[in-house]
């Protein structure tokens, strides 16, 4: 199984970014997928998740600002962050079968 987590970058506070994790060696379309998050100094924490039949639900951090989505053809999720604040920066990963499965993660950083 892998997972390859891309699109972070530096963004300013209020700002919008859009990251994707491509999954091979799974059986995507049926797999709930879940994103992470580690800010630095912090634990891990869960952000959101998305079941095989597109239910999905957030943090209470996040919620009105994040929406996750996935692309079942494309093997891919798309986490939709938007109205960024510096508290959302950290290393975001994605994960499958109950955190059995990590990707590397990609570092947001949100700063003026």
């Known amino acids: 199984v892998q997972l390859q987590a891309s699109g972070g970058g530096l963004v300013q506070p209020g700002g919008s970014l859009r990251l994707s994790c491509s999954a091979s060696?799974?059986?995507?379309?049926?797999?709930?997928m879940d994103w992470y998050r580690q800010a630095p100094g912090k634990q891990r924490e869960w952000v959101a998740l998305?079941?095989?039949?597109?239910?999905?639900d957030y943090a209470e951090s996040v919620k009105g600002r994040f929406t996750i989505s996935r692309d079942n053809v494309r093997r891919n999720l798309y986490p939709q962050m938007n109205n960024l604040m510096p508290e959302d920066t950290a290393v975001y990963y994605c994960s499958t079968k109950n955190g059995l499965f990590w990707g590397q993660g990609t570092l947001v950083t949100v700063s003026s």
């Open positions: 998305i079941t095989s039949n597109f239910t999905t």
């Open positions: 060696g799974i059986m995507f379309r049926l797999a709930r």
